[in-house]
């Protein structure tokens, strides 16, 4: 089954405490992102990557850190988490191509920063 | 700054009434994104226009492209209560890079 999977998919950390958000796609897609969920802010994205060591910063990039060792994988890294990145978590991939732009969503991650 | 604007955000009606939600952007892009999101679950992405007068309907749902007005719109024709969901509108700002801006999302439910 095509999928983008997430873990964890709930997450209670305390301030400063390093975490990672891994995902995977199983879809050979060359691009994959990263959002970020807010209540009245809709989606809003952290950092995307074109293609294995592509990366480059979204919207709201500060704060976290990405790499893109292997195509299926693009975690999400959190050096020193702070109560402003609690969040509902996506990550998305897409094929690479102008004409094949459905991007497929993950389940999500709950976070939350104490 | 780019903006993605939606309207309304919120919208509750009766089921088999028709309604639009209107998706405005600030930025030239000919490629926009519909996705509904229903409560507690992921997206799910609807509807890919890739130019200027695209249409795409799927069932009850058709969205349309105006590149030139920076406008999409996003038409309910005689709701049932599975319609109801949360639905997005995304631009991407960089003409087939994987930067996108999203909208922040119309809320609707519709009514028994």
């Known amino acids: 089954e095509a999928q983008v999977t997430q873990n964890p998919r709930y997450l209670i950390t305390v301030t400063g405490k390093k975490l990672t958000v891994t995902c995977s796609q199983n879809?050979?897609?060359?691009?994959m992102s990263w959002y970020r969920q807010d209540p009245g802010l809709g989606l809003r994205q952290i950092y995307y990557?074109?293609?294995?060591?592509?990366?480059d910063k979204g919207d709201v990039p500060e704060g976290y850190k990405v790499s893109r060792k292997e195509k299926r994988n693009f975690p999400l890294i959190l050096e020193s988490p702070s109560p402003n990145q609690t969040s509902l978590y996506f990550c998305?991939?897409?094929?690479?191509?102008?004409?094949?732009?459905?991007?497929?969503f993950g389940p999500g991650t709950r976070l939350t920063v104490l | 700054e780019l903006k993605v604007e939606q309207n309304p955000l919120f919208l509750s009606m009766q089921e088999g009434k028709n309604y639009t939600i209107y998706c405005n952007y600030s930025?030239?892009?000919?490629?926009l994104y519909w996705y509904r999101q229903d409560p507690g679950k992921s997206l799910e992405s609807l509807f890919v226009?890739?130019?200027?007068?695209a249409v795409k309907q799927e069932g009850r749902l058709m969205a349309s492209l105006d590149t030139k007005a920076r406008l999409s719109t996003l038409h309910i024709t005689a709701a049932v209560h599975d319609l109801s969901a949360t639905y997005f509108c995304?631009?991407?700002?960089?003409?087939?890079?994987?930067?996108?801006?999203f909208g922040t999302g119309t809320r609707l439910k519709v009514l028994a």
């Open positions: 998305a991939s897409r094929a690479g191509g102008l004409f094949t732009d459905t991007q497929y």
């Open positions: 879809m050979n897609h060359e691009y």
């Open positions: 990557s074109m293609n294995v060591e592509v990366t």
């Open positions: 930025t030239t892009s000919d490629r």
């Open positions: 226009l890739l130019s200027n007068g």
């Open positions: 995304a631009v991407d700002v960089g003409s087939g890079t994987y930067k996108y801006i």
